[in-house]
């Protein structure tokens, strides 16, 4: 039961506030890190993911090897392989863990990919949101958190994003999907007084992190000597935010319920392509081969998180610079990638990372 789970989970650890939180995209970079997080002091943890092949599945497997090593105990870490869309099984999912706190990640990532193939986007996110938010309010879940991104922003003429903006103008299928996302969020706060809060990630990056992304692969091109796609001068600038300041954030977020909520996580302030590059190569110890190009279309010279509103709401502020991040992440790339997970050098995609998703 949840009261015995409770008695075991504060002999094990003094937090006092024990939930049942239901991680989805658990075995994914941002999913992961917060499961580890959430059982660490204490909570359990009910993970699900479909283990899909966007990246290396390896990857997402090593992510639950890790958990699985350090939680053995199934109580305390469950964890179930499906997909969100699938009624029955998420109902006997529902219904057999009872979780009271949803924490929900589990989405198609990536903007290039989403013009593709918007349909599969569609499925996960905006179907797969919708389920979840269904069974939440049937049972009675307290707060629901789930994964918005910075890419709502998209056709804003603004480079420092601000909650309060309009932002009606999604620019890729999958921009569109979460702002549905945030749109069907309002209506089951409203229908059902479901606590729903959606957080607007500013690209995240760290250890695990998604091998599709920029910092990701620069790290990854820079080490193995191969060859990087510079766009433009290098001054264009990005939001970067390390994985730990996210997951304090989305912690703090599932421990603050609001009726209805919508907040930037991101790091506050910019760093250039320029910048981003001799940091790799400061912490991987090698020149980095770039290949200057001209500006895509479309690219914004300069974003940035306006950060206040989870400050003034949730206490949040991101402390790990950006320098510290890429040493970690760095790090980790070199202890753990490359010896547990190392994918071959053939199978990775060219140059410069996708656009923040
Ligand atoms: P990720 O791809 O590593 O994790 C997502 C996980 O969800 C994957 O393990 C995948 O298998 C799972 N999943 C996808 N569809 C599913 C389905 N229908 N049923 C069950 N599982 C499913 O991505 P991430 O970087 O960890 O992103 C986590 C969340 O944050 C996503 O919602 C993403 O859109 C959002 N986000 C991420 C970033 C970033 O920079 N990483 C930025 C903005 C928003």
Same mark, same amino acid.
């Given at each position: 039961?949840?009261?015995?789970?409770?008695?075991?989970?504060?002999?094990?650890?003094?937090?006092?506030?024990?939930?049942?939180?239901?991680?989805?995209?658990?075995?994914?970079?941002?999913?992961?890190?917060?499961?580890?997080?959430?059982?660490?002091?204490?909570?359990?943890?009910?993970?699900?993911?479909?283990?899909?092949?966007?990246?290396?599945?390896?990857?997402?497997?090593?992510?639950?090897?890790?958990?699985?090593?350090?939680?053995?105990?199934?109580?305390?870490?469950?964890?179930?392989?499906?997909?969100?869309?699938?009624?029955?099984?998420?109902?006997?999912?529902?219904?057999?863990?009872?979780?009271?706190?949803?924490?929900?990640?589990?989405?198609?990532?990536?903007?290039?990919?989403?013009?593709?193939?918007?349909?599969?986007?569609?499925?996960?996110?905006?179907?797969?949101?919708?389920?979840?938010?269904?069974? *939440?309010?049937? +049972?009675?879940?307290?707060? %629901?958190?789930?994964? #918005? /991104? !910075?890419?709502? $922003?998209?056709?804003?003429?603004?480079?420092?994003?601000?909650?309060?903006?309009?932002?009606?103008?999604?620019?890729?299928?999958?921009?569109?999907?979460?702002?549905?996302?945030?749109?069907?969020?309002?209506?089951?706060?409203?229908?059902?007084?479901?606590?729903?809060?959606?957080?607007?990630?500013?690209?995240?990056?760290?250890?695990?992190?998604?091998?599709?992304?920029?910092?990701?692969?620069?790290?990854?091109?820079? *080490?193995?000597? +191969?060859?990087?796609?510079? %766009?433009?001068?290098? #001054? /264009? !600038?990005?939001? $970067?935010?390390?994985?730990?300041?996210?997951?304090?954030?989305?912690?703090?977020?599932?421990?603050?319920?609001?009726?209805?909520?919508?907040?930037?996580?991101?790091?506050?302030?910019?760093?250039?392509?320029?910048?981003?590059?001799?940091?790799?190569?400061?912490?991987?110890?090698?020149?980095?081969?770039?290949?200057?190009?001209?500006?895509?279309?479309?690219?914004?010279?300069?974003?940035?998180?306006?950060?206040?509103?989870?400050?003034?709401?949730?206490?949040?502020?991101?402390?790990?610079?950006?320098?510290?991040?890429?040493?970690?992440?760095?790090?980790?790339?070199?202890?753990?990638?490359?010896?547990?997970?190392?994918?071959?050098?053939?199978?990775?995609?060219?140059?410069?990372?996708?656009?923040?998703?």
């Amino acid at each position: 039961s949840i009261e015995s789970s409770a008695r075991r989970a504060s002999a094990l650890s003094p937090h006092i506030g024990y939930k049942k939180v239901l991680v989805t995209g658990g075995a994914g970079f941002v999913g992961s890190s917060v499961a580890a997080y959430l059982l660490e002091r204490g909570d359990d943890v009910v993970i699900v993911d479909e283990m899909n092949d966007y990246y290396d599945v390896r990857i997402k497997e090593n992510n639950l090897r890790r958990l699985r090593e350090a939680y053995p105990d199934k109580k305390r870490l469950a964890i179930y392989r499906g997909d969100i869309c699938d009624e029955d099984f998420m109902l006997t999912l529902f219904e057999s863990e009872r979780p009271q706190w949803v924490c929900h990640m589990a989405a198609r990532a990536g903007v290039r990919p989403s013009i593709q193939d918007p349909y599969v986007y569609i499925h996960s996110n905006i179907r797969g949101t919708t389920h979840l938010m269904e069974l *939440s309010h049937k +049972f009675g879940v307290k707060n %629901f958190v789930f994964a #918005s /991104s !910075s890419s709502v $922003y998209g056709g804003s003429n603004s480079t420092f994003f601000s909650e309060d903006e309009c932002v009606d103008n999604p620019v890729s299928p999958y921009a569109a999907t979460k702002k549905a996302c945030e749109l069907l969020a309002y209506t089951y706060h409203h229908l059902y007084k479901l606590n729903v809060t959606g957080l607007r990630f500013f690209t995240v990056y760290g250890p695990r992190g998604r091998p599709d992304m920029a910092p990701f692969k620069f790290i990854d091109r820079v *080490s193995r000597g +191969f060859e990087l796609q510079q %766009f433009g001068d290098g #001054s /264009s !600038s990005r939001d $970067y935010t390390y994985i730990d300041d996210i997951v304090d954030g989305i912690v703090r977020s599932i421990d603050r319920p609001y009726p209805y909520q919508v907040f930037n996580l991101g790091k506050g302030s910019g760093n250039s392509l320029k910048e981003f590059i001799n940091i790799v190569e400061k912490h991987v110890g090698r020149k980095a081969i770039v290949k200057v190009l001209p500006d895509q279309p479309g690219d914004v010279p300069y974003t940035c998180a306006d950060v206040s509103k989870a400050y003034d709401l949730l206490g949040y502020s991101a402390t790990v610079s950006f320098d510290e991040g890429i040493r970690r992440t760095v790090q980790w790339y070199q202890e753990e990638y490359v010896k547990n997970i190392c994918i071959e050098p053939e199978t990775q995609a060219n140059g410069m990372g996708r656009a923040p998703s």
